[in-house]
Every structure is written in structure tokens, then in C-alpha cells.
């Protein structure tokens, strides 16, 4: 195989994110060893450097004009994965942001977070990316290792450690029902090439094949967080350390999209009608668990793990539809929720001191008199969230509703609009607590300069996104078209 | 372009008002009015056109791809609301300016209230379906923002969040039914969705839609069995109150209604649906009113009658209803928004809105007294004032509407009801507060207020006695020109007169006037055994929406508490046996079939192998968290059997591997094990209760099950023919590509160099483990104790102080020795390994 291909510039290039971010990781690894210990803002910085020229170059060198498939059929490069992939470093760009003073206030600003950060990300990107059951699964198991750690990071922490130990085991039966998914698919078919696996997908399928799509559908499940195999979830976001739950809310669930798209709706394609009557099962029981659930949770990280499920119901709604209509739905509301759950998290990390996490509803109780501004950005974004509009949450259901009509699917459009109304309950309850509660004694809100013109901007874009939804809708709508 | 202008005034006004300080209440006030003002102009300047039967539009394209426009329009009926509107805003915001005390913090008021106007005045100006539910949508937070304005008093946010829950609601229903309707038609475009009525209503989704607006439009307007938020958003202060809950956000709802009339109205459905929904409200409404002790209570209540008499006016189907239905429109939001200022007036001079307090102001007061009086007196419907005109008509189409539907007399007598219960609670209203002996106990001494805040009220008065003396010079060419809208160049024939002749509704509105009194007469006496509302009071919907909202949150509970464990082995279980019941999946569809491929012919020894691995697996699975060491040998036990298993079948490079990775695994454990907590002491009590046993066996039952199921799935694949492309391709070209005639050291050398290498990279970071593992590494104390020689070096200057100072010479001298004699001999096996090569 080897003497067939020859790498040149031109079938190297559009890997140009996943090469640099592997040799940035080891780059900042070293450094990290060296001086980490002496300059503790060295390496937070250099991290955030390394995004900006990752991302740069991604822009400059990785574009594709169409999808090519490169590296014997390993990795497939198109509009949507140079995308997805800017928009990985940016999220990941404003996560790290935001992150930092809570890192350091809690004395576990290290290296080893950065650059588990980064091989998360290169774990997206290759999930992005994926050609092949292979890729993808490799793809997988780098996010999730990464993100394994970064849950347990704060040694000292006691729930820290168990939601960490948690992730792992139920994360492991997970990736081990992908792994036998794939396995069987590949044994009944001969491939791992996604591309090939939807060409030789076609017609009456064989129950070996149904079996693989099961464990497939579960493991994405999982990963995505769809009820029942949400368990995982609320735990996780409880548990780890703001800054890790505001990483995991965000960047991966662009890898999950992907790992649905690529597996299910490019790989298994012949098997739509399967598999979108099981995520249609998935998506009800997701928007119901997550949206009642959430409402009782007194915990902020706990009901917004809760709204997450809740969210990612509407995304599998996307895919239900089974069109490339519905996957740019889809997208789309993947996209808009990682951005609000971006500043969501920013916020709660904003109003984090040394030695009290924010993360009890009643902490948010009277923040507009605190704090106008955080409690203003909250606002705006739990509308957002709620699907209020003129914020760009509103799209988003809106898009995915749309789809679902298109596709007839009028029982599942009124549980989603049925779902929201309950969601907006527990989102404006958040609101009044900011907004008409008295303010109790609670510590000063962090007042660093960075994270909060980030998190303005944050906000802005939801406000900008909902009053000018097109051009984002368009792009969505030409990726997956 | 004038149209865009002024939808984005207000937003922009909005903005600016947010920005100015906190204690600028005339700025404010000045901002506001300009805007507001401006916003008038504009819409009067566009009247020309808009008498001419002109639709004036202005377009933008927005979401074009999705067929959405930011599309607006005005024909006569959009600027007949939108005149509203913007006159009423102008009014409230200049009676705001007065009645805001100046520790409020005016900016966001005014911010709101502009925000309020100009959603409004996009809902009104609407020319798309979803961009009038957008509008819609921000009315309904701007009017929560607004409710909770005073969000230190708890009914304020109570009251706001019960009017945001209803009215949001609504809007998603309309939003479901709108989007319905677009695909019914096609586009959201207003004027396409207008002009298909006859195809919707034959539409087999026409119920569905109809439903769904209603849901909206009834919730907005406060109808039953909606109606209960209104009452409960009196906390808001009464400028507010004066434009939301009279002017502007309740008549949205009926403003929807009567623009979707074309479209909707005419079936049987559109009748009883909406006309019950009005008639009961009418009744409700007027009855509840007659029996409040708050001012507001009074007002709000009498509120929600008339806008059930104009749901009921829209419901019955005839175009004279309709007209009348528009008419009754505009004259409640005068005289009721009159009515609501005047009752500020009274709040923020005396103190207190109360019924029972309030006494004989007309002394204090004659210009407010007034005022009132003429107002409640249109409410009530005296005639020379617009109210009467408007009832009458109502009165004459409720006998028209009975006899086509065989209600002859039911409409008309809940019409005259309804009356009866208006003039009641119009004189209670004006009885109480400004006649009898002046008051002695009010929280302030009242006078007559500052100008500015009279003046918006008498305007509004003025002007219900205008239409009501002179209506077709008045308000007669701006009523025709919003019915041509609505209804077509066929106006039906209506005649705006003070004077009909000695008509049924004339006997009518006689009856209600006198019997209006009559019942307050009556009242008058009993006043002492009925201070809540009788019947009623304990039917209240507030309580049955409490009871939801709780009963809501505790189901929540009980599912939460269901559906979710903290317990890792819980949530283990659930995954298990999810896995396991989609597993079983497609074999309902099909059966399990084993392959075709003979079966190797049993050998005991091997059997007995595998029976010793897996009894090694089993118990290291139950040890595991009992004794830890004892676990790891087993697991070890296991490792080795599947060595043998590959050295058996004939794979020594792969069992050699295996056993190298074992033994890694193990030593690392190992290592890890001193790092471990101690473990728990169990109660060995617990585990013998039945229960405990149930679980147990439970579990065991699911483990074997699910092995036995992944078993099975194997013996299908394996008893099914290979398809070995790989190996093919491997011995076909390692020869002639690599050279060699060892497949598998091609493999490993030429073929997978890179995987080679990352592998022994893996070795290394293992080996780098292990290292610093070791060199952190402390024996336990009994076993340094024992060797005498090195017993003192302990103490001191043996083990090195601080971590990263190298270990002493002659440490762990004896594993040094047995490796220095090792290493030549391993050195040898490797070169021998290592001569016969890939090639």
C-alpha cells in the first residue's frame, strides 16, 4: 500500500490542523516540563497562541473546495470538517479563556490541562475527520481519555474523582459498544471505509448489520448524552470542576454531531429508516427526562447538565429527520447551543471565587444588583436557550421543527414544543433569582478584563445570530447540503 | 422606508433610554415622548395612502432561503392599531412622567415600556406569520419585565411570571399554528395566507390551526379559561396597566383574531369555539368585576368582560360583528385606559386602592371626579358616549347571531346580562370612591393631582365624548377604511348613529341600565355578607395554576429520584441491560444461525485450560473488591491462559506479546496497589439478608446472560467463512515488495514500520513508568526492619531527602546483582533474536 501513495504537499495540506495540533501538543508538553514549574502563565498562554495559529493556518492552508479522501481512505476532508474544525479552536480558544482564573484561583493552573485540552481537541478533529470505523474510533477514545483526566484534575477533590471514575467505567462499556458495533458491521460487510459501507448498504438489511447499527446507535447515545443513557451526565457536570464542565459542554458535542453525521447519517445511510425510528425513541425520552428533571435540580451545573440533555434531544431530532436538511438543522442547533452553553458556563465561572463555586442556584440570587452585567449576559442567554426570540435559540428550534414538519413528524413536534414551555420554566427561574430576588451575602463577582470582553462578545453573538440569523443558516444549509 | 422607521424607533429609543441615569426622569420622560410622538407623526402621515386602499409595505429580505422577509405592511385595520398604539404610548408616557416617584429607577421603565411599543407596533404592522410571532413573543417578556417592575413585592413577580407562563405558552401554540398555516398556504406572507381562506378552511388541518390560534390569541387576551393572569398583573404600576392591560398587549389577541377573520371565521367551529370562549368570559368577567375591592381588581376584571364581548362580536361569524367587534376595540382602550389613569390618580394621591376606604373624593378631587365619572359612564354604556355605541350594536348583533344559530334567546339575554353586571360595577366603581361622606382615615390627604397627569386622562375622556356625540364625523372614515381592509370594497351596511329609533337593543341597553343600578341598589344593602365574590371565590385559577405548578415540580422530583442514581453499580445495571435488550433486537426479526465452517474436533486439554482461565476471570471479578492482591493473581492467571490459548494455536509472536503486556500490567498494579485507600470494612451481616441474595443472584443472572449473548454473537462469526483480504495481500507482496519470507517480521519491520515504532515508543513511556514508580518506591516498614545492615543506614542519609536526589549507591543491591548477570545472557537472546531478521 505503502509504495501507492506518495505524500505531497497537496494530500497533506488539508490535514494540516490534526498534523500541527500533534506536534503543538508534544511542543507545549516539553516547554511545560521545562518551565511550567517557573512560569506558571507560560504555558495557559502559549495554549492560547498555539489556537490562534492553529486556527490560522487551518484557515490559510486547509480549505477544501470538495471532499477528498486522503491517507488510504482514513481521512476524509471536506467544507464541513474545515469548519467544524475552525470552530473547534474557537470554542476551545474561549473555553481556555475563560477557564483561567478559576484554574488559578484553585491552584490547579498547570500545563497538563492545557495540553489535555489540545489532545481533546486533536480527538475532535480526527472524529471530524473520520474516514473510516478506525479513525473514528481512535477519535473517540482521544477525546474521551482526555476529557477522563481533565474531569479528575482536581486531585483534591473528592466528587471530582468519583464523577471522574464514573465517566471512565460507563465512557469504557460505551466505547466498548461502539467498538463491537463496528466490529460486527465490518465483519458482515468487509469494510471499514465509511464511504464503501454506504455503498454496500442498500436494500433488505441483514440482522448482523441491525445488530452493529444497535450497539453504534447506543454508543453515540452515550456520547451524546440521550436518555436513558444520560446517567453519566449530570454526574460528570456536578462533579468536575467548572472549568472542565464548561470544556466537556462544549467543543466535544461538535465531535458527537460528527460522530453521528459520519457513522449514521454518510456510513450507515442505507439503514436511515432504522436507525432514525430508534434515535426518534432516543429524542422523546430525552426531551421529556431532561426537560421535567431539570426543573426539580437546585444546582445550576446539575439542571444545566439536565437542560443539555434536554438540548441534545433536539439535536437527535435533527437527525431523525433523516434529510441533509435535517442534519444542517441539526448543525446548526449544535453550533447555537455550544455557543450559548459557552457563555452559560463562562458566566458561572465569572462568578466563582477562591473557595465557592457558583454552582448552587441560590448563589444567582439578587447578580443584577452585584453585578449588572453578568446577570444581564445570563439573561440574554437563557432566553437564548429557552428559545425565546429574537434570540438565536429561537432558530434553532425553529429549524429543527421545520425539518421535523418536512419530514411529518407531527407527534414529535408537538413533544419538542410541549418540551420547550416546560424548559422555559427552569430557565427563567434563573432570571427571576438574578433580577427579583433580594441579594444575599454572597463574595464579588471576578472582575477579570479578558474573560469578560469574551464573554461579551459571547453574548452579542447570540443577540447578533438571532437578529441576523441568514448568513449562519446558509452555511449550515451549503456544509450539509 | 417610513414603515421600518417606525417599528425601529422605539427598539432604538429603548436602547437610549436604557443608557441614561438612573435618576433622569425628565430626560426620560422627554426621550419617550419624542419617540413616541415621532412614531404618531409617522403613522399619521401614512393615513392618505392608507385611506386611499393603498397597502403600504416595506420589505427586507432576511431569511429569504426559508422564505422569510422582514415584511411590513399597513392597510387601514394595521394602521387603525398602530395609531392606537403609538397615541396611547404618547399618553402613558407623559402620565408616567407624573406618576413615577423619584426613587424609582425610571430608566428601565421607560426602556421597557418603548420596547413594549415597538413590539407592539410590530405585531400590528406584521406582514409575515413568524415574524408576528417573534413580536408577539417580545411583547409577552417585555410585559414580564414590566409586571416585575417592582420586583421587591412578591405578587408583582408572582403576577409576572403567571402572565409570562400563559402568554409565552400561547405563543408557541400560534407559532405550531402558524407554521401550519404557512404550510398550508405555502408562505408566511400575510397577504397569500389572506387571500387562501377558502382553501384553509376546507383544509383537513383547518381544526389543528384553529385550535392552535385561538390557544394564542384567547391567552393573550386574557379569555376563558385563560383569564386568570390578568388580575394578578395589576401588580405592575398603573401606567403600565393602563397600556398593556387596555390598550395594547390584551387586544393583541383579538387584534389577531379579527385580522386572521377572513381566513378562519365562517365555520362552525370558528362559532362555538370562540363565541363560548366570549360569552363565558363576558359573563365571568362582569360577574368577578362587580365584586372586587381593588380598584384595579374592578378594572380588570371588567377588562376581561369586554374583551370577551369582542371574542364573542368575532366569533359570530357576520361581517356587521365584526365591524362592531373593531369599533367596541378602540372605544375600550379610551375609556378603560381613561379609567385605569384615573384610578393611578386616586392610588398616588390617597395612598390606597381599596373600595372599602375610598369615600366621597369628588370633594377633593371634582376634575379627577369627573373625569372618571365620564369614563365609567361610557364603560357602562350611557348613551352620547362611545361605549353605548358600540354595546348597542353589540346588543343588535347578539339578536341576529341567536336567531340564525337557534340561540334566539340565550344570546340575547347573556348580552343583557352581561350589561346589567357592567352598569353595576361601573356605579359601584364611582359610587364608592367619589360620593358619600369624604374618607377621614387615608394613608394621605388627597388633592387634586398635577396637571400632567390629568390631562392624558381628560384627552382620552374628550374623546370618548366625541365619538359618542358625532360618530361618523369622527371615527366613522377611519372605521370604514379598516374594515375595506379587512372585509373588501363591500362594506356591509352599518349606520354610526347616536339615535336608532325605539329598537330591541335600545329595550335592551334600558334594561341593563336599569337593571344595572337596580343590582347595585340591592348590593348596597347586603354589603355587609358578601365581601368576596360569591360562588366564585373559591374557584380561583390562579390556585389551579399554582396546584399544576407544583404538582409539576414534585412529578418532576419523583421522576428524578426514579430515573436517576448516584450509584455507579445503578447506573452499570441500567447500561447493561439497555445493551442487552437492543442486542435482542433484530433477533425478533430473525433468528440466530450458526456459520457453516466445521468445527475443530474438542481437545479436553484445551477445555480444561479455558475452564481454569475462566474460573480465574470469575474470581478475580469477585475478589476484586474484597482482597485486592488475591484479584490481581487471578487476573494474571486469566492473562496467562490466553497466552497459552495463542501459543497453542500456533501464534508465538502474539502470545510472547501477550505475556510481555501482562506481565507489564501486573508489575504495574502492583506498583499502584500500596497507593490505594484502605479498604472499607463490609458488614458481612448486610450481604446475608434476602434482598442482598436477590440482587446478587440478579446480577450474576444479567452478567452470564450477557456473556452468554456476546459468546453466542462470536460462535456466529467464527463459524461463518473469513473474508481475509488482508492476509492475501500480505503474502503476496512481502516477498517481492519487502524481501522477506517471515510474513509477520515483514509486517512489523517494513509494512507497519510507523506502528513498530509508536509500539515501542508505548514500551518506553512504560518503561519511563515503571522507573519512576520504583524510584519513588518505599518498602514497608517490617520488611526494611529486618536486615540489620541496613537498618541504621535508615535513619540516616540512605534514602535520599528530598525525591529527586538520586538513590545511594549499593541500594537494592541484590536486584542489581541478579541483573548485572542477567543482562549479558538477555543480550545474547536478543542478538540471536535478532540475526535471522526479517530476511
Known amino acids: 500500500m505503502a509504495s501507492e501513495t506518495t505524500l505531497t504537499w497537496a494530500t497533506v495540506a488539508p490535514a494540516i490542523a490534526e498534523i500541527y495540533l500533534a506536534i503543538a501538543v508534544c511542543v507545549l508538553l516539553l516547554v511545560d516540563v521545562f518551565y511550567g514549574e517557573k512560569r506558571r502563565g507560560l504555558t495557559p498562554t502559549l495554549t492560547l497562541a498555539a489556537l490562534a495559529l492553529g486556527a490560522l493556518l487551518t484557515a490559510q492552508f486547509g480549505a477544501v473546495t470538495e471532499r477528498v479522501t486522503l491517507f488510504n481512505g482514513m481521512f476524509v476532508a471536506d467544507e464541513l470538517g474545515h469548519f467544524l474544525k475552525l470552530a473547534g479552536f474557537v470554542f476551545v480558544g474561549f473555553a481556555l479563556l475563560y477557564s483561567r482564573t478559576y484554574l488559578e484561583q484553585r491552584e490547579i493552573l498547570k500545563g497538563e490541562y492545557y495540553v489535555l485540552a489540545l489532545t481533546a481537541l486533536l480527538g475532535i478533529f480526527v472524529m471530524v475527520s473520520a474516514a473510516s470505523l478506525l479513525t473514528m474510533y481512535i477519535g473517540v477514545e482521544l477525546l474521551a481519555l482526555s476529557v477522563y483526566a481533565m474531569v479528575a484534575f482536581d486531585r483534591d477533590s473528592g466528587i471530582a474523582a ?44 441483514s440482522a448482523g448489520v441491525i445488530l452493529g447499527l444497535v450497539f453504534i446507535v447506543v454508543a453515540v447515545a452515550f456520547k451524546l448524552g440521550a436518555v436513558p443513557f444520560h446517567m453519566w451526565l449530570p454526574d460528570v457536570y456536578h462533579g468536575a470542576p467548572t472549568s472542565v464542565t464548561l470544556f466537556i459542554g462544549t467543543a466535544p458535542k461538535i465531535a458527537y454531531f460528527a460522530l453521528a453525521l459520519r457513522l449514521l447519517a454518510e456510513g450507515l445511510q442505507g439503514a436511515v429508516a432504522e ?129 421535523l414538519w418536512a419530514t411529518s413528524h407531527p407527534w414529535l413536534i408537538l413533544i419538542a414544543i410541549v418540551m420547550s414551555v416546560v424548559g422555559a420554566f427552569y430557565y427563567l427561574r434563573v432570571v427571576k433569582l438574578m433580577y427579583f430576588d433580594p441579594p444575599g451575602e454572597l463574595p464579588a463577582t471576578e472582575r477579570n478584563t479578558g474573560a469578560r470582553v469574551a464573554l461579551g462578545l459571547n453574548a452579542a453573538a447570540v443577540v447578533l445570530l438571532g437578529l441576523l440569523p441568514g448568513p449562519l443558516l446558509d452555511l449550515c444549509a451549503r456544509l450539509l447540503h | 422606508m417610513l414603515l421600518t422607521l417606525i417599528v425601529l424607533l422605539p427598539f432604538l429609543g429603548s436602547v437610549c433610554a436604557a443608557l441614561l441615569p438612573a435618576n433622569a426622569r425628565n430626560a426620560e420622560s422627554w426621550l419617550s415622548g419624542v419617540v413616541t410622538v415621532a412614531c404618531m407623526a409617522l403613522v399619521a402621515s401614512l393615513y392618505p395612502q392608507v385611506a386611499d386602499g393603498e397597502v403600504v409595505r416595506a ?48 430608566p428601565r421603565f421607560f426602556s421597557f415600556l418603548l420596547a413594549f411599543m415597538g413590539a407592539m407596533l410590530g405585531i400590528v404592522l406584521s406582514g409575515n406569520l413568524i415574524q408576528l410571532v417573534v413580536f408577539w413573543e417580545l411583547t409577552s417578556l417585555t410585559s414580564f419585565m414590566l409586571i416585575a417592575y417592582w420586583y421587591h413585592r412578591p405578587d408583582a413577580r408572582r403576577g409576572a411570571r403567571m402572565a409570562m407562563t400563559v402568554t409565552v405558552a400561547g405563543g408557541l401554540c400560534l407559532l405550531l399554528g402558524a407554521l401550519m398555516l404557512g404550510e398550508i398556504v405555502g408562505s408566511y406572507d400575510l397577504d397569500e395566507v389572506l387571500a387562501a381562506g377558502n382553501g384553509i378552511r376546507e383544509h383537513p388541518w383547518y381544526t389543528p390551526v384553529l385550535v392552535l390560534v385561538l390557544l394564542g390569541a384567547l391567552t393573550k387576551s ?13 401588580a405592575a404600576p398603573t401606567p403600565v396597566s393602563a397600556y398593556l392591560h387596555s390598550a395594547a398587549m390584551v387586544k393583541a389577541g383579538v387584534f389577531l383574531l379579527a385580522r386572521l377573520w377572513p381566513v378562519l371565521a365562517g365555520t362552525d367551529e370558528w362559532f362555538w369555539i370562540v363565541c363560548s370562549a366570549g360569552a363565558s368570559t363576558l359573563l365571568l368577567g362582569a360577574f368577578c368585576a362587580t365584586f372586587q375591592r381593588d380598584m384595579k381588581g374592578v378594572l380588570a376584571y371588567s377588562t376581561i368582560s369586554h374583551l370577551g364581548l369582542i371574542t364573542l362580536l368575532l366569533g359570530m361569524n357576520t361581517p356587521l360583528a365584526l365591524v362592531a367587534a373593531v369599533f367596541h376595540m378602540m372605544n375600550h382602550a379610551t375609556f378603560k385606559a381613561s379609567l385605569f389613569m384615573a384610578t393611578g390618580i386616586v392610588d398616588h394621591e390617597t395612598g390606597t386602592r381599596d373600595l372599602k376606604k375610598l369615600c366621597g373624593l369628588r370633594y377633593r378631587m371634582p376634575v379627577t371626579a369627573t373625569v372618571a365619572i365620564v369614563a365609567a359612564s361610557a364603560m357602562a354604556g350611557v348613551p352620547l358616549l362611545n361605549g353605548f355605541l358600540s354595546k348597542e350594536m353589540f346588543f343588535e348583533e347578539s339578536i341576529i347571531a341567536g336567531s340564525e344559530s337557534g340561540l334566539r334567546f340565550t344570546l340575547p339575554a347573556v348580552a343583557t346580562l352581561a350589561g346589567v353586571f ?92 336599569t337593571g344595572g343600578v337596580a343590582l347595585y341598589v340591592l348590593l348596597c344593602f347586603r354589603k355587609k355578607t358578601m365581601v368576596p365574590t360569591p360562588l366564585l371565590s373559591r374557584l380561583d385559577a390562579k390556585r389551579a395554576f399554582d396546584v399544576i405548578n407544583v404538582a409539576i415540580v414534585r412529578g418532576a422530583g419523583r421522576l428524578a429520584r426514579f430515573l436517576f442514581s448516584r450509584r455507579l453499580q445503578t447506573q452499570l445495571l441500567l447500561i447493561v441491560l439497555l445493551a442487552l435488550g437492543v442486542a435482542v433486537l433484530p433477533f425478533l426479526v430473525t433468528e440466530w444461525t450458526r456459520g457453516d465452517m466445521p468445527l475443530t474436533p474438542p481437545d479436553p486439554l484445551f477445555a480444561l485450560l479455558w475452564i481454569v482461565g475462566a474460573a480465574c476471570a470469575i474470581g478475580a471479578a469477585l475478589q476484586a473488591k474484597f482482597h485486592r492482591l488475591a484479584a490481581l493473581i487471578m487476573l494474571g492467571g486469566a492473562g496467562l491462559v490466553t497466552c497459552l490459548t495463542f501459543a497453542w494455536f500456533s501464534a508465538p509472536d502474539l502470545a510472547l506479546t501477550q505475556i510481555a503486556v501482562e506481565v507489564v500490567t501486573i508489575v504495574l ?142 541500594y537494592m543491591k541484590i536486584p542489581a546483582v541478579l541483573l548485572a548477570l542477567a543482562l549479558p545472557l538477555v543480550r545474547v537472546c536478543l542478538f540471536c533474536l535478532l540475526l535471522p531478521g526479517p530476511r
Not at chain 2, 366603581?429 to 398635577?450: C, K, N, S
Not at chain 2, 448486610?686 to 462470536?714: F, P, Y
Request: proline share 6%; hydrophobic share 50%.
Open chain 1, 162 to 205: 468519583e464523577s471522574a471514575m464514573k465517566y471512565f467505567v460507563l465512557g469504557s462499556i460505551a466505547s466498548g459498544a461502539l467498538l463491537y458495533g463496528m466490529s460486527i458491521v465490518y465483519g458482515v460487510t468487509g469494510t471499514l471505509s465509511l464511504d464503501e459501507l454506504a455503498g454496500q448498504l442498500r436494500g433488505e438489511l
Open chain 1, 275 to 403: 436507525w432514525s425510528q430508534m434515535l426518534a425513541a432516543l429524542a422523546v425520552l430525552t426531551l421529556v427526562v431532561g426537560n421535567v428533571v431539570a426543573i426539580v435540580q437546585s444546582n445550576l451545573k446539575r439542571m444545566l447538565a439536565y437542560s443539555t440533555i434536554s438540548n441534545v434531544g433536539f439535536i437527535v431530532l435533527g437527525f431523525v429527520a433523516g434529510t441533509p436538511e435535517g442534519y444542517s438543522a441539526a448543525l446548526y442547533y449544535t453550533l447555537v447551543y455550544v455557543l450559548m452553553s459557552l457563555g452559560t458556563f463562562g458566566v458561572i465561572l465569572l462568578a466563582s471565587r477562591k473557595g465557592f463555586e457558583a454552582d448552587e442556584l441560590d448563589h444567582y440570587k439578587g447578580l443584577h444588583a452585584r453585578d449588572p452585567m453578568l446577570a444581564f449576559v445570563m439573561m440574554v442567554l437563557m432566553f437564548s436557550t429557552a428559545g425565546i426570540p429574537p434570540f438565536v435559540g429561537f432558530w434553532a428550534k425553529l429549524r429543527i421543527i421545520q425539518e
Open chain 2, 59 to 106: 420589505i427586507i429580505p432576511w431569511l429569504p432561503q426559508y422564505g422569510l422577509t422582514f415584511y411590513l405592511r399597513m392597510d387601514g385595520y394595521a394602521w387603525l392599531f398602530a395609531m392606537l398604539v403609538s397615541l396611547m404610548g404618547a399618553l402613558v408616557v407623559l402620565y408616567a412622567r407624573y406618576y413615577m416617584s423619584p426613587e424609582d429607577p425610571v
Open chain 2, 222 to 234: 386574557a379569555q376563558f379559561p385563560f383569564h386568570f393572569w390578568l388580575p394578578h398583573a395589576m
Open chain 2, 422 to 513: 357592567s352598569v353595576a360595577y361601573s356605579v359601584r366603581f364611582i359610587h364608592q370612591v367619589f360620593f358619600g361622606p369624604p374618607a377621614e382615615d387615608l394613608p394621605r390627604r388627597p388633592q387634586e393631582p398635577t396637571r400632567g397627569m390629568i390631562v392624558p386622562s381628560a384627552l382620552l375622556v374628550a374623546a370618548c365624548l366625541l365619538v359618542g356625540i358625532l360618530p361618523s364625523r369622527t371615527v366613522g372614515p377611519l372605521l370604514e377604511t379598516s374594515m375595506r381592509s379587512i372585509l373588501g370594497p363591500d362594506l356591509p351596511a352599518y349606520r354610526l348613529a347616536v339615535w336608532h329609533g325605539f329598537t330591541v337593543p335600545f329595550y335592551m341597553s334600558l334594561v341593563a341600565l
Open chain 2, 669 to 810: 498494579f502492583l506498583l499502584g496497589l500500596r497507593w490505594l485507600p484502605r479498604r472499607l470494612a463490609f458488614d458481612t451481616v448486610d450481604r446475608q439478608t434476602l434482598r442482598a441474595r436477590a440482587r446478587r443472584t440478579r446480577d450474576a443472572i444479567i452478567a452470564v446472560t450477557s456473556g452468554i449473548g456476546i459468546a453466542a454473537l462470536s460462535f456466529a462469526a467464527l463459524t461463518r467463512p473469513r473474508q481475509s483480504r488482508l492476509a492475501a495481500f500480505f503474502f503476496d507482496r512481502s516477498v517481492e515488495e519487502a524481501g522477506g519470507r517471515n510474513v509477520v517480521n515483514v509486517i512489523l519491520v517494513d509494512f507497519r514500520g510507523f506502528d513498530t515504532l509508536g509500539e515501542i515508543t508505548v514500551v518506553g513511556i512504560v518503561a519511563l513508568i515503571v522507573y519512576a514508580l520504583l524510584r519513588r518506591f518505599r518498602p514497608a516498614p517490617e520488611s526494611i526492619g529486618v536486615p540489620r545492615a541496613q537498618r541504621d543506614d535508615v535513619l540516616q542519609g540512605a534514602l535520599p531527602e528530598r525525591l529527586d536526589d538520586p538513590l545511594p549507591r549499593g
